[in-house]
């Protein structure tokens, strides 16, 4: 095409729609427009006052006084300034050190080292709280716990994370069982069900049966639901003392005696019946089952101890072994508060020997507080018919 026809009657080419490139930026054309004026740009309003980085003597004044009670996030809003303007505010005046506010310290920093020589006395927690609250601790027990917990198992050697190791048995050895209680709604009414858990410890393989009760009959037909579903039955079978299997122990070995029906059904299926060891009170049964130490964990832990009609009969030289140990865990860490219908001279006849009932009773007198009542007892029968009781 022609140049000619790209021109208008005035001579001058017509003027064409800009394009943008994709990769190119549109430049402003070189030949002067006609008609086209350029906008002038809107001129900036003045900042009155001073720039926005200058502080005054008082916003610095206010800021190092605000920082005595808060930090620089809750000073930010107070003072009208960011963080960072507080932050080096602070900075230069000295107030943060390496760029940190210095952590206020502990209530017990005072009171460390006082707090492990009673901890490690073996002295309880709440009596520690009490004994340093009288020369001034307005600390928690929280935090208290949390330290003597520390050092007791420091000195233990014990870590501060329990390790789990996952009990596993070769296969066919042993299987758990156990009820666990639950209530459920049936046709809208809230009623209580029974779960028979049986556990193969081998591949911890799972059995769950649901009864509303738990008797000897039930169990039973929970039993054999079990053996049926896993194809048979372990060597061993470990329960907890239940009722409907385990009736008692006898006292001094803590050995069991199963209930009949569930002994015959043992010997029926051929597996040997393993009751749990129980948390038993009793000292001799115990000795008997090794567990001596946990029981007498539970009397000499409570940081009160009452014992209840100590004059009744007379200690055996097992019993007397046992109470000498419990009062000697207990001196001087522990409150024991025992009655008693005689005196300490009368004490001798309690005891094995007299040499025993000197040492035992040394360690209760010690920074002890006696009371002494007399006149008759508060007891007495609601109604006298017939003769009176003195003659």
């Avoid at 009673?118 to 027990?141: F, H, L, N, P, V």
């Avoid at 299997?245 to 006292?251: F, G, T």
Wanted: charge should be positive.
């Amino acid at each position: 095409m022609d140049d000619k026809q790209d021109k208008d009657a005035t001579g001058q080419s017509p003027a064409r729609p800009a394009t943008a490139s994709p990769s190119l930026s549109p430049e402003p054309s070189s030949s002067p427009q006609t008609g086209s004026k350029e906008e002038p740009k809107a001129a900036a309003p003045r900042r009155r006052g001073p720039p926005r980085d200058e502080l005054t003597a008082d916003e610095r004044a206010e800021i190092i006084q605000l920082h005595r009670f808060y930090g620089t996030r809750r000073i930010r809003p107070r003072v009208g300034r960011c963080r960072k303007v507080v932050r080096r505010v602070l900075q230069e005046e000295g107030e943060l050190g390496e760029g940190r506010r210095p952590t206020a310290g502990s209530k017990l920093d005072p009171y460390r080292k006082q707090i492990e020589e009673k901890a490690a006395k073996g002295i309880t927690t709440s009596r520690i709280q009490r004994e340093i609250r009288q020369e001034g601790y307005s600390g928690k027990r929280t935090i208290l716990a949390t330290f003597v917990r520390g050092i007791k198992r420091s000195l233990a050697g014990q870590s501060l994370s329990r390790v789990k190791r996952r009990f596993e048995t070769a296969p066919g050895v042993e299987m758990q069982i156990d009820w666990s209680p639950y209530k459920v709604l049936i046709s809208g009414v809230l009623v209580a069900i029974h779960v028979l858990g049986c556990l193969r410890c081998s591949s911890r393989k799972l059995f769950v049966a649901f009864f509303r009760n738990e008797r000897i009959s039930t169990l039973l037909e929970g039993l054999a639901r079990a053996f049926e579903y896993f194809g048979g039955c372990s060597q061993r079978v470990v329960l907890d003392n239940m009722a409907t299997a385990v009736l008692c122990r006898i006292p001094r070995t803590g050995k069991p005696i199963l209930h009949p029906r569930f002994a015959e059904f043992a010997r029926y299926y051929g597996f040997q019946p393993y009751p749990c060891m129980r948390r038993d009170p009793n000292p001799h049964a115990a000795q008997a089952d090794r567990t001596y130490k946990r029981v007498l964990r539970k009397y000499v832990k409570p940081e009160l101890l009452f014992l209840d009609e100590f004059a009744y009969e007379p200690f055996d030289s097992e019993a007397t072994s046992h109470l000498f140990r419990i009062v000697s865990a207990r001196h001087k860490t522990g409150s024991i508060i025992i009655a008693a219908n005689c005196g300490f001279t009368a004490w001798k006849k309690l005891f094995p020997s007299e040499e025993r009932a000197v040492a035992t009773v040394d360690r209760l007198v010690d920074q002890a507080t006696i009371l002494r009542f007399t006149g008759l007892s508060n007891r007495g029968p609601r109604e006298i018919t017939g003769a009176p009781l003195d003659e």
